[in-house]
């Protein structure tokens, strides 16, 4: 029982860490990277399709990425969808491909982005809290049930605590990564 129970809060632990590196992936950092277009959706006959299932997307150097629509006539459907995705990206038809520039972040709006990607740190360091809380009150409920003993509770907390702070320390790594690259010009 007391396995189990580490094992479910450790997985949903590691399930918050990942969906914090999602959530920083789509903050916008100077560089181009192919992941802040993941999330577009393109009209395709009728129905919204992420646009990496109707399109080539790459990189075609450090700051513009590349659209190739396997389909010429979705060109203009993919450039009016990033445009109008809110990303602050002004995409630009040429030929058969789509060029998106990466535009240089200004210093306010660095500082903007580093107040957002805290925020989502801080607010996955209270999901693993939660879940440590959680699982120390399932803890509680066996020993009350007569299930465990006191000891065996006390050293499954010490586990579970071990394991909390190993992955808030995650957190604050992948935040300090972030802000570096954030801060980079």
Same mark, same amino acid.
């Given at each position: %029982? ?5 094992? #479910? &809060?450790?997985?949903? *632990?590691?399930?918050?860490? !990942? ?8 903050? $916008? &950092? ?6 802040? /277009?993941?999330?577009?959706? =393109? ?12 399109? #080539? +997307? ?8 590349? +659209?190739?629509?396997?389909? @010429?006539? %979705? ?11 809110? /990303?602050?990206? #002004? ?6 491909? =789509?060029? +998106?520039? *990466?535009?240089?972040?200004?210093? !306010?709006?660095?500082?903007? /982005? ?5 925020? !989502? ?7 693993? $809290?939660?879940?440590? $809380? ?8 066996? =020993? ?6 006191e000891d !065996? ?18 957190v604050d790594?992948?935040l300090a990564? @972030?802000?570096?690259?954030? %801060?980079?010009?």
């Open positions: %029982m007391i396995a189990e129970l580490k094992k #479910n &809060t450790e997985q949903k *632990m590691l399930k918050s860490l !990942e969906s914090l590196k999602s959530d920083l992936g789509k903050v $916008r &950092t100077g560089r181009a990277h192919t992941g802040i /277009l993941d999330h577009i959706q =393109v009209e395709y006959y009728g129905s919204p399709v992420p646009l990496s299932q109707i399109a #080539n +997307v790459s990189l075609i150097d450090a700051r513009t990425i590349s +659209v190739q629509p396997w389909e @010429k006539s %979705m060109l203009a459907k993919v450039e009016k969808a990033i445009r109008d995705a809110d /990303l602050g990206l #002004n995409p630009s038809a040429m030929g058969e491909l =789509v060029r +998106v520039p *990466m535009p240089a972040l200004t210093e !306010e709006r660095r500082k903007e /982005l580093i107040k957002l990607v805290r925020s !989502e740190a801080e607010n996955s360091r209270i999901a693993v $809290r939660n879940l440590r $809380r959680d699982a120390n009150n399932q803890l509680k409920e066996a =020993v009350k049930s007569k299930e465990i003993s !065996e509770e006390r050293r499954a907390q010490d586990d579970i605590q071990k394991l909390t702070d190993r992955n808030i320390a995650e790594k992948i990564q @972030k802000e570096q690259d954030l %801060m980079q010009i």
